[in-house]
């Protein structure tokens, strides 16, 4: 969202909408609940897309984690929020959009003490087209089998996003 304020939608602890701040102020060591999403991105051969996130996001950067995650605008449908981030951090269009895990919530501390504090509902999805990501957001990526992952992030979980490492194993795979 170029040129405008991001802003993010605060929730209350039973997960109902209770206001707006801005993303920037809302991402620190003492971080609201608020809503966010997840979404895994398959390609034709079954093997799901990785990404290292860009060495200079303020939360985990340089971890591998999902395809992309990001927060809905205030007063965005959910589905086509995924679709924005789609295309805003890896050029990518979607088909078959599913939402798999719609309960998933998580919190978990960076090594820099900023928190994340989500209802994080996760999506996922078949890439329609070619990849091109934006480096400001993603540092590398790779199309991984899926068992291949699964075992990775079993064996060391500290190397993958919180999330992630919290996801994959729910993830009807």
Not at 12 to 37: N, Q, R, W
Not at 70 to 99: F, K, N, Y
Request: aromatic share 8%; net charge negative; proline share 8%.
């Amino acid at each position: 969202m170029t040129g405008t304020i991001e802003q993010v939608i605060l929730l209350s602890d039973e997960g109902a909408p209770i206001g707006v701040a801005d993303k920037k102020s809302v991402h620190t060591d003492d971080t609201p609940l608020h809503l966010a999403f997840s979404c895994h991105v398959f390609d034709e051969a079954g093997r799901v897309l990785v990404t290292r996130r860009a060495l200079g996001k303020l939360t985990w950067p340089g971890v591998w984690t999902n395809s992309f995650c990001g927060h809905p605008a205030p007063g965005e449908e959910m589905t086509d929020a995924v679709r924005r981030r789609a295309r805003d951090e890896l050029g990518l269009e979607l088909e078959s959009l599913e939402l798999v895990l719609p309960d998933f919530r998580y919190l978990a501390i960076d090594a820099s003490g900023i928190v994340e504090n989500e209802i994080c509902p996760v999506f996922t999805a078949r890439a329609a087209g070619p990849l091109s990501a934006n480096p400001d957001e993603v540092a590398e990526w790779r199309w991984a089998e899926t068992p291949e992952l699964q075992l990775a992030v079993s064996l060391t979980p500290w190397a993958f996003s919180p999330w992630l490492a919290l996801q994959l194993p729910q993830l009807p795979l």
